[in-house]
């Protein structure tokens, strides 16, 4: 799993919204009890964010500040 969360931020950081939303997508998916859920949570409403797509990216950060509140990344999805 860390390399799956590892790939999705490497496409994250290379610009490749569309390829990282769903490789976080299908991490959260696939590894939902993961340490690192919550912050590819945040990671996937990143790539609405920076795509401008605000509407899909609040979602993102709601859903993940529901169903990860003691994620680090928590704070920041508010």
Do not use: C
Not at 21 to 41: L, M, R, T, Y
């Amino acid at each position: 799993s860390k390399d799956a969360y590892e790939k999705a931020r490497n496409l994250l950081e290379q610009g490749d919204y569309k390829a990282a939303e769903h490789a976080f997508s299908s991490f959260v998916i696939s590894h939902p009890k993961d340490e690192q859920a919550g912050a590819a949570q945040y990671w996937y409403g990143v790539t609405f964010f920076a795509r401008g797509e605000y509407e899909k990216a609040a979602a993102a950060f709601a859903k993940g500040y529901k169903n990860y509140p003691k994620s680090p990344k928590a704070p920041d999805m508010l």
